[in-house]
Structures are given as C-alpha cells and as structure tokens.
C-alpha cells in the first residue's frame, strides 16, 4: 500500500483518523458522501485547537476540501480503498502501513472515529498518559461484553478463531470496550494494530455477515492479550452516546 510521506519532528504526538466514503456502512445502514467537510470538521477544529498533529486518511475528499481546512498541523493523505475488507477494518491497514515508514518519529498515539468523536483535553500533557507507559487506553460503552449485538456482531469471528467463544464466556461481564478511541504510547500502539491486523486478515476477510466484526476483533484482542494494560473511560472518554458537551475532565467526546 502507498502511502504519502510525511516529516515529523522527533517524539511527535499524533491523533488519526480515516474516513472512507462511496461505500455502504453497515453500521449507519447508509453511504456517506464524498466530498462532506461536515464529516470532519469538528474532529480537525479539536486537533488543531490543542496544536496537536492530526493525520486524516481519506479516499474520496477534493483537494479544495483539504485546502479549505487551513490549520498546518492537519494533513490529508489520500489511499486507495480495498474492498475485500470494510472500511471500518480497512482503517487498521492504512494506519498500520503508515506506522511502519513513521514509528521512530513518534512518541503517543490515538487513533480515533473521526465524525463523532473530538477531542476535549490533550491527552499526551496529562500526568496519567505519561505515567502509564505500558497502559492500552481505549473508548468504552456503557454496557457489557454480553449483550445481543455484540454477540451478532462476533458471530463471524466467533466461527473462524478457536478460542473465540471462550474469550466472550469469560469476559461476559467486563465493560464493552469500543474501537472508535484506541491510544498509547507509539511502540505499544503500533504491536496492537499489527496483531489486530493480523487477526483480520486471517478471521474477517470474507465477512458477509452484516457486521463489520471490528468491535469483535479489537475487544478479543484488547481482552486477550491486553487486558492487565487496559484503561477505560474516565479520563480517556464521556460516556458514550450521551452527547456530554460541556463535559472537560475527559481527553474524547464520542458522541
């Protein structure tokens, strides 16, 4: 996959995100269009507003969209979409290719949904990010592993990976973590989206289902691999869906 290059200065901080459009989200049930700054608007204001790095993965936006977002710390990087995964599984690739050419330039990472979620506090000036150097920080949901969509949306996975089920049975009680805030420190970030990568391409890629199997596979992981490492919701995010805008004591708002 070619990826633009771009110069970072050394122990960047960086937050991304990507935004694929012109193709069926099965999670909206609806086709995003092309060329929205509304899209992405909020997410890049926040960015750039903390004079933070901020990376957008698009496939779709005009050069006069990008243009329009007149902040230098916010690049556009133009991919190709590849439709054996789903946008919201194919992000992990972009990023994970991006990773691989920049990783020794950078020093935490978020990588973030990008038309819901903004950020509210910087998270690499906090006492807590700095001093937590092996943490895995994440978004989560007010609710259970157990619960009838998820156990819908891992039925793919849960065919395909040996321990799936076993995974869900033990972590059925444990919060639901959610993929749309995923960050840490760089080296850590980078071995998760690797792994995370790794499990779909080997488990997702013939998906037919109506899920997407992105929450699946990063809980599986996250639980799996990283659960001792964990850190969710407050100060990493507002609880989900409850649009808690004047809410500051947390680095995300999703939703």
Known sequence: MAIDSLVFAPNTNLVMACLITGVHDVNRNATLPNDERYLINDWAESIAAANLRGVVFHNNLSEATCKSFDHENISFIKIVYDSQFNPNVFRYFVYRDFLQQHIQELNGIFITDVSDVVLVKNPFKDAFFVENPNSLFCGDE?????????????????????????????????????CGIIGGTASLLFNFIQQLCAIHQEANRENKTAYTGDMGAFNYLARTKYNNQLIHGVPVNTVFKLYEDEREDCWFRHK
């Open 142 to 178: 007010p609710k259970l592993l157990n619960n009838e969509w998820m156990a819908a949306h891992a039925e793919h996975l849960r065919n395909k990976i040996a321990d799936f089920a076993e995974y869900e049975s033990k972590f059925a009680h444990e919060t639901l973590l959610n």
